[in-house]
């Protein structure tokens, strides 16, 4: 019998190490290392068909100039969200993986996305769901496709097989940590189990030209669970984030070789599937008879999109002792950077009051252009004073109180004149050397905290 050779991996970063160690020297983690059992026979390893290809003839040198670049011929589907996040479209024989928390929608995500494409034959393999409860999801739907098929299955050699005998134009894996590959003999969900599956779907993916789509699950501090080596292995890397509790999801590019990295797609959680928002402003903005204190609206950009958001605060004088800050969606280091500014420069006397910032939606934004309308949120809930309902704010707030320009305030100017604002507040060093005649939504220009107050009450 053969000695069984293991191996300590690092089970956030997939680093190898022979013996055990407290520290991963590779990310700075501790306690992370676990024994794995890996097969000593290598032989086969990373291929995905019995019989492997033919050697490829080897490369040679080309100049330049003589390399024919065509665009590759993408598959446009039918939701515009996935295609906008993807770069337009899915790519042939790229890898992509879908990353979320459990329970997010991330397998009623790619079902949805097999049965809307019925020109194309697309394997969606679960190794969560039982064949049958794949089908009730699909019945809930009331989406049918001639050409989806299923397979609950979790040894790789078993999926290629059958990949064989039905040839499908698109895979989708429910999900990379119940895969098992036979050359590996560690348990499914372990990194060495992790990686060579993902190098088998690599490979297979790369010599036939099949897109494929994986379905990951993140652990609780945000990174896809197992190692990070997964996000490197792929083309791309979606996030699928959102509250459990609220219908909006976001669908989120955070690696692409085929396009931007800061496109954002938006969905509607519903009994019947996730519904692609075409118009997020819309929803993102609460609809309301009277306006709040508290309440100001931001013009952001995500990726190439512009978006207007809600942003709410709650200043009152703490009770118990020490003061709160609390931000949900917002960066809290920056909350109480511009607390400091708003006390400092603009007068505000912050040190005995609780302060609560909440993002609509359920978006986590970082666009430094909503420092205005924070801070517009914040003066209105301090003063008991509402913002009027018919202004925004797009502008960065700086150390000394300054509001700096943010780049392309002409299309945040244009969505908000979009949605029926009548006024707008900017850095004036934004919109110098702009045409601003062709706006008909008014643009209050300001260069200091100060000038904000009084532009928003006077
Ligand atoms: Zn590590």
Not at 136 to 165: G, H, K, P, W
Not at 276 to 288: D, F, G, K, W, Y
Request: with cysteine; aromatic share 6%.
């Amino acid at each position: 019998m053969a000695k069984i050779k293991t191996t300590f991996f690092c089970q956030n970063c997939g680093a190898q190490s022979p013996k055990w160690i407290g520290k991963c020297p590779s990310c700075g983690e501790w306690n992370t290392y676990v024994e794995e059992v890996i097969q000593k026979e290598e032989v086969g390893r990373g291929t995905w068909k019995a019989s492997p290809a033919k050697e490829k003839r080897a490369a040679v040198p080309k100049r330049l100039q003589e390399i024919n670049f065509e665009e590759q011929p993408r598959t446009v589907t039918k939701d515009a969200e996935l295609d906008r996040v993807l770069g337009g479209g899915i790519v042939p024989g790229s890898l992509v993986l879908i990353g979320g928390e459990p329970g997010i929608g991330k397998s009623t995500l790619m079902l949805q996305i097999a049965l809307s494409l019925p020109q194309l034959k697309v394997l969606y393999v679960s190794g969560e769901e039982s064949e049958a409860q794949i089908k009730m999801r699909a019945d809930r739907m009331q989406q049918f496709s001639d050409n989806c098929y299923v397979l609950s299955e979790t040894n790789t050699q078993q999926i290629f097989q059958q990949i064989e005998l039905l040839e499908p134009d698109l895979l989708v894996i429910d999900s990379i940590q119940t895969l098992h590959s036979q050359y590996v003999e560690s348990a499914a969900g372990s990194v060495s189990q992790v990686r060579e599956c993902t190098a088998e779907l690599m490979k297979f993916a790369k010599e036939t030209g099949v897109p494929v789509f994986l379905i990951g699950h993140i652990t609780k501090d945000g990174s896809i669970a197992g190692p990070k080596v997964l996000e490197h292995m792929v083309d791309t890397v979606l996030q699928f984030e959102g509250d459990r509790h609220l219908s909006y999801r976001i669908l989120r590019t955070s690696k692409n070789r085929f396009g931007s990295t800061n496109e954002l797609g938006i969905y509607e959680m519903r009994t019947d599937g996730l519904r692609p928002v075409a118009n997020p402003s819309e929803i993102l903005l609460t609809q309301r008879e009277e306006i709040l204190n508290g309440v100001a609206i931001g013009a952001m950009l995500e990726g190439n999109r512009p978006l207007l958001i809600e942003i709410q605060s709650l200043v009152s004088p703490a009770t118990y002792g020490t003061p709160q800050r609390s931000s949900t969606g917002f960066d809290s280091k920056r909350l109480n950077m511009l607390l400091a500014v708003l006390e400092k420069r603009g007068g505000m006397r912050l040190g005995q009051q609780d302060v609560f910032l909440n993002v609509a939606g359920g978006l986590r934004v970082d666009d430094p252009a909503l420092d205005l309308a924070v801070c517009a949120s914040l003066i209105s809930s301090y003063e008991d004073h509402p913002v009027p309902g018919d202004l925004c704010f797009a502008g960065e707030v700086g150390l000394g109180g300054e509001i700096r320009a943010v780049h392309r305030i002409e299309n945040r100017i244009a969505e908000a004149e979009k949605l029926g604002f009548k006024k707008i507040m900017v850095s004036k060093y934004a919109v110098k050397g702009l045409d601003l005649k062709k706006f008909k939504i008014q643009i209050l220009q300001v260069s200091k905290l100060e000038e904000v107050y009084q532009r928003m009450f006077g």
